[in-house]
């Protein structure tokens, strides 16, 4: 067999490991270290970190995300939120290299908390004055008494009072009620309605106050609008209108208006994603933030994963939102098919029991020139390339065992060679393995000559040298970097 032909089969023999065996995503090291999962990743934002944390399954450890950190499946797994509050923490997760998408509740939380330090009236507090109520008077214009009972009820309705509170305060009090229920082991979607049933009250009530307000701003409007009249009661009217809208009752409706709005779009993106999906998105208290990642031996599947963090507190006494904070992390992980072994490729110092065997001329006892036998090396040193097949065999965090299969790529020796090992880990650089097995290899060796066999020269032994299979045993330093 020809040289050439040689060289392509320890070609093709390459080719065939690297075309069989895909190299694993993750460094060797992280693989073997990568936990395996049954049915879930559960991630949730550490504030005291700040950065994500993870636990696998039922595990309550939750620790932080490596980076591309592996989690290895016999199937698919699911990545979940557990007890996820979403008026505190907006988190959204994408597949391969797409970007995560903005969380639509994260959004509408920020708008509803852009008018945080606007007074409102407290839900649930009556005691207010139906339009057009009279008030107790001695007078007999009727014009008058109507617009004081106006004054009196739009005062009542859009003024900041005692019972008034702030729109941080209400929204305190709508995720407070959120994590209460989740406290009292309700699932998920049940937990998310306890706020938006306190949002559909508070709407409600609102609603009535705009509706009622608004329609005494536009008769005092109306009333402003017309030419005033030369009767004392029609003035004394307008007067009290006049006051009354001094106070700009307009803007605060816009005011009561804009923070109506907002929280509507709150409470429809609250219902929309959290609560109408009821089992498709919860599992119990756990929010799936997707429900299924199902990776092939092939190819790894990489979820990116944003957290977004809305935190705020409430002075007690004034309701007014102080330390009013966002935070947000992002972090990757790899979900990998399960394998019993690691694999990756690497270059390795070569010691092999077959050589190359040396000839020369000499010369016999008759004075003629013959073939003789040079001096033969113990071992042959070469340069080679092994895959390896690290096993996740639990044998502790400073070894694992190994197969392996390579070549040496010296034109001298050159060699196909299959075996085991160990690999080590803790090393302070690189990554190093040990192996060894046997070696078949091809060296060049007298074909038809002998030796002790007259020749002309070392031509004559040049011409003769071919290519012969040997085989043997070798040692290999493996190493990574």
């Given at each position: 067999?020809?040289?050439?032909?040689?060289?392509?089969?320890?070609?093709?023999?390459?080719?065939?490991?690297?075309?069989?065996?895909?190299?694993?995503?993750?460094?060797?090291?992280?693989?073997?270290?990568?936990?395996?999962?049954?049915?879930?990743?559960?991630?949730?934002?550490?504030?005291?970190?700040?950065?994500?944390?993870?636990a696998?399954d039922?595990?309550?450890?939750?620790?932080?995300?490596?980076?591309?950190?592996?989690?290895?499946?016999?199937?698919?797994?699911?990545?979940?939120?557990?007890?996820?509050?979403p008026?505190?923490?907006g988190?959204?997760?994408?597949?391969?290299?797409?970007?995560?998408?903005?969380?639509?509740?994260?959004?509408r939380?920020?708008?509803?908390l852009?008018?945080?330090?606007?007074?409102?009236?407290?839900?649930?507090?009556?005691?207010?004055?139906?339009?057009?109520?009279?008030?107790?008077?001695?007078?007999?214009?009727?014009?008058?008494?109507?617009?004081?009972?106006?004054?009196?009820?739009?005062?009542s309705?859009?003024?900041?009072?005692?019972n008034?509170?702030?729109?941080?305060?209400?929204?305190?009090?709508?995720?407070?009620?959120?994590?209460?229920?989740?406290?009292?082991?309700?699932?998920?979607?049940?937990?998310?309605?306890?706020?938006?049933?306190?949002?559909?009250?508070f709407?409600?009530q609102?609603?009535?106050?705009?509706?009622?307000?608004?329609?005494?701003?536009?008769?005092?409007?109306?009333?402003?609008?017309?030419?005033?009249?030369?009767?004392a009661?029609?003035?004394?009217?307008?007067?009290?209108?006049?006051?009354?809208?001094?106070?700009?009752?307009?803007?605060?409706?816009?005011q009561?208006?804009?923070?109506?709005?907002?929280?509507?779009?709150l409470r429809?993106?609250?219902?929309?994603?959290?609560?109408?999906?009821?089992?498709?998105?919860?599992?119990?208290?756990?929010?799936?933030?997707?429900?299924?990642?199902?990776?092939?031996?092939?190819?790894p599947?990489?979820?990116?994963i944003?957290?977004?963090?809305?935190?705020?507190?409430?002075?007690?006494?004034s309701?007014?939102?102080i330390?009013?904070e966002?935070?947000?992390?992002?972090?990757?992980?790899?979900a990998?098919?399960?394998?019993?072994?690691?694999?990756?490729?690497?270059?390795?110092t070569?010691?092999?029991?077959?050589?190359?065997?040396?000839?020369?001329?000499?010369?016999?006892?008759?004075?003629?020139?013959?073939?003789?036998?040079?001096?033969?090396?113990?071992?042959?040193?070469?340069?080679?390339?092994?895959?390896?097949?690290?096993?996740?065999?639990?044998?502790?965090?400073?070894?694992?065992?190994?197969l392996?299969?390579?070549?040496?790529?010296?034109?001298?020796v050159?060699?196909?060679?299959?075996?085991?090992?160990?690999?080590?880990?803790?090393?302070?650089?690189?990554?190093?393995?040990?192996?060894?097995?046997?070696?078949?290899?091809?060296?060049?060796?007298?074909?038809?000559?002998?030796?002790?066999?007259?020749?002309?020269?070392?031509?004559?032994?040049?011409a003769d040298l071919?290519?012969?299979?040997?085989?043997?045993?070798?040692?290999a330093?493996?190493?990574?970097?």
């Amino acid at each position: 067999m020809s040289n050439g032909h040689r060289r392509a089969i320890i070609l093709l023999f390459v080719l065939a490991i690297g075309g069989t065996t895909p190299v694993a995503q993750a460094q060797t090291r992280e693989f073997l270290r990568a936990p395996r999962v049954e049915s879930r990743i559960r991630v949730q934002w550490d504030p005291v970190m700040r950065r994500i944390v993870a636990a696998v399954d039922d595990d309550d450890r939750f620790q932080a995300l490596a980076l591309s950190q592996p989690f290895l499946t016999d199937g698919a797994l699911a990545l979940t939120y557990p007890k996820l509050n979403p008026l505190r923490v907006g988190a959204t997760i994408a597949l391969g290299d797409a970007a995560p998408l903005a969380d639509p509740v994260a959004a509408r939380l920020r708008a509803v908390l852009s008018l945080a330090a606007v007074s409102v009236p407290s839900p649930g507090v009556g005691g207010l004055l139906p339009v057009g109520a009279s008030v107790t008077s001695t007078e007999s214009c009727a014009a008058l008494t109507t617009a004081r009972a106006d004054a009196e009820a739009l005062m009542s309705r859009l003024s900041v009072t005692r019972n008034s509170t702030t729109v941080a305060a209400l929204v305190a009090s709508w995720r407070r009620s959120i994590d209460d229920a989740f406290s009292a082991g309700r699932e998920g979607p049940v937990a998310i309605s306890a706020a938006v049933e306190l949002i559909d009250t508070f709407v409600a009530q609102l609603a009535n106050r705009l509706t009622e307000s608004d329609r005494i701003v536009t008769r005092m409007e109306s009333e402003l609008a017309t030419a005033s009249r030369a009767d004392a009661c029609a003035t004394s009217a307008r007067a009290v209108y006049e006051v009354l809208n001094l106070a700009n009752p307009r803007a605060r409706l816009d005011q009561l208006a804009a923070v109506r709005s907002a929280v509507l779009s709150l409470r429809e993106a609250l219902a929309r994603d959290f609560m109408t999906p009821g089992p498709v998105r919860w599992q119990g208290a756990e929010y799936r933030l997707v429900r299924e990642v199902r990776p092939t031996r092939e190819s790894p599947v990489i979820v990116t994963i944003r957290v977004t963090h809305l935190d705020f507190e409430v002075d007690g006494p004034s309701g007014a939102p102080i330390a009013m904070e966002e935070s947000a992390g992002s972090d990757a992980l790899v979900a990998q098919r399960f394998a019993r072994f690691a694999r990756e490729f690497a270059v390795a110092t070569v010691m092999g029991s077959v050589t190359r065997p040396g000839y020369g001329t000499t010369r016999n006892d008759a004075g003629a020139t013959v073939v003789g036998r040079l001096p033969r090396s113990f071992a042959s040193v070469e340069p080679g390339v092994l895959a390896s097949f690290v096993c996740r065999c639990q044998t502790g965090p400073l070894i694992a065992p190994m197969l392996q299969a390579g070549i040496t790529t010296s034109k001298d020796v050159p060699a196909l060679l299959a075996g085991g090992g160990i690999r080590l880990f803790g090393l302070p650089k690189g990554e190093v393995a040990l192996g060894g097995g046997g070696m078949i290899a091809w060296v060049k060796d007298l074909r038809t000559l002998r030796v002790g066999d007259p020749v002309g020269g070392t031509t004559d032994i040049e011409a003769d040298l071919g290519y012969v299979r040997q085989q043997g045993w070798y040692l290999a330093l493996q190493y990574k970097f």
